[in-house]
């Protein structure tokens, strides 16, 4: 047993329920956390998230047997919201684990899972962040996804859904791997549902290769109890596209950190998304964009709505290494709070060590327009139909940057919804 007290909040409860010593990878995970525990807020890059809670909630080991007829009427609900139709191809994880008889897999890819136990060689490193530590220790199954050179395999619908049995709260940690070979095509819609009190900790291993393209769009609506802790690490090739989109609905608490590599000239990363968060929610959206190699592009750009006492939070690192010459970088967050207690913090950030470079950054926060709302009203439009009119109209071009068109109108039918359910 190692006696050294953990810099953070001890992490004992996961680790205790982790095989570590059958695997490398797992070892230096759990090592990582025994040392280094669950970040307190004095961690800079959680400097606005505490996971104070976690240490507090006896998160057991996830079952896989569920209420099947819980499970239909959640992946039900995906389905309307996906816009996608009952034929579309889908893979189904209830609880982490792959749920073969509810998944319509695709034809023209290629699709395996995550044996228990077993860890692919993906070269992530298993201790550089929290979120990818407890994933390595705890993760169990997952979906790894090829996309053969060459081949546009349309569009995908990823689900998880989290499920608690007799109100004991649950955690989960599925791990998946998708990568787009040389010229392939691939557009992912991913959907996080669920009901009870569960930690959902996913993590993405994501290549692209040389002129490879892949749209991702996840829609975060998990359970109002549920934490969600993601984290995605993504790699692109040279002339290789990862455009990518977070809706952030669902969860008492949730962060999505994303890691993206451009390794190769010419490649592109979007890292968009936008968080609709009502009562005490808090949201973190979280990333650290590396530019490795000369005349690549990465834009970013986050919208918050927030009402009532939620919190928002954006923490956006662009880094420019000093070969990384020609690089084109924008970042953009902005805010519209809808009442007094509603909070947003934000950090963007800038570190360039090129000197051919065109870096922007920058974050905007206020509330509605009052002109804006009187002209409205003026024309005789209620009140709450005029609110509703511009926090639409500040969401429209957020959802607008993802160019998958099918995954455009998901994400606008998911916004729908979302407004239906908590504001209308």
């Not at 592009?297 to 420019?320: C, M, P």
Request: with cysteine.
């Amino acid at each position: 047993m190692n006696a050294i007290a953990p810099v953070g909040i001890n992490a004992a409860a996961f680790l205790d329920r982790g095989d570590v010593k059958a695997n490398a990878q797992r070892q230096k995970a759990a090592d990582f956390l025994r040392h280094a525990g669950l970040p307190r807020a004095g961690v800079e890059a959680w400097k606005y998230t505490s996971l104070r809670a976690l240490a507090d909630v006896p998160f057991a080991a996830a079952p896989q047997a569920v209420d099947g007829s819980a499970v239909d009427t959640l992946l039900a609900e995906v389905e309307t919201i996906s816009g996608l139709g009952a034929a579309a191809s889908r893979v189904v994880f209830v609880n982490g684990y792959f749920d073969v008889g509810r998944s319509r897999l695709p034809t023209g890819v290629k699709i395996s899972t995550l044996a228990a136990g077993t860890l692919p060689d993906d070269g992530i490193d298993p201790a550089g962040d929290v979120t990818t530590a407890l994933n390595t220790v705890l993760a169990r199954d997952g979906l790894e996804l090829v996309v053969p050179e060459g081949v546009d395999a349309g569009c995908l619908l990823l689900v998880s859904i989290g499920m608690t049995q007799e109100a004991a709260p649950v955690s989960f940690h599925p791990r998946h791997r998708i990568v787009v070979e040389t010229g392939g095509r691939l557009a992912l819609l991913d959907a996080s549902v669920g009901r009870g009190q569960y930690l959902h900790n996913p993590l993405y291993d994501i290549a692209v290769a040389q002129k490879g393209y892949l749209s991702h769009a996840r829609i975060q609506a998990e359970g109002k109890q549920a934490v969600h802790l993601a984290v995605s690490h993504a790699r692109v090739a040279a002339g290789g596209v990862y455009d990518s989109f977070t809706l952030t609905l669902g969860a008492s608490l949730s962060r999505h950190e994303v890691h993206a590599g451009l390794t190769q000239a010419g490649a592109s990363v979007h890292v968009n998304g936008a968080q609709l968060l009502s009562g005490h929610q808090h949201g973190d959206l979280t990333s650290v964009i590396t530019h490795a190699a000369p005349d690549c592009v990465s834009r970013q750009t986050i919208k918050n709505v927030l009402s009532d006492q939620a919190r928002g939070v954006f923490q956006g690192k662009i880094l420019v290494e000093r070969i990384a010459q020609k690089t084109d970088g924008y970042q953009m967050n902005q805010a519209l709070l809808l009442s007094d207690g509603a909070e947003i913090d934000a950090k963007p950030e800038l570190e360039i060590y090129a000197d051919d470079v065109k870096c922007s950054h920058g974050a905007t926060v206020g509330a509605l327009d009052d002109d804006q709302l009187f002209y409205l009203r003026s024309r005789g439009i209620p009140d709450a139909t005029a609110r509703s009119i511009l926090i639409r109209a500040f969401l429209h071009d957020v959802v607008d940057q993802i160019d998958d068109q099918r995954l455009k109108d998901s994400l606008n039918l998911a916004v729908e919804a979302w407004w239906t359910r908590e504001v209308a």
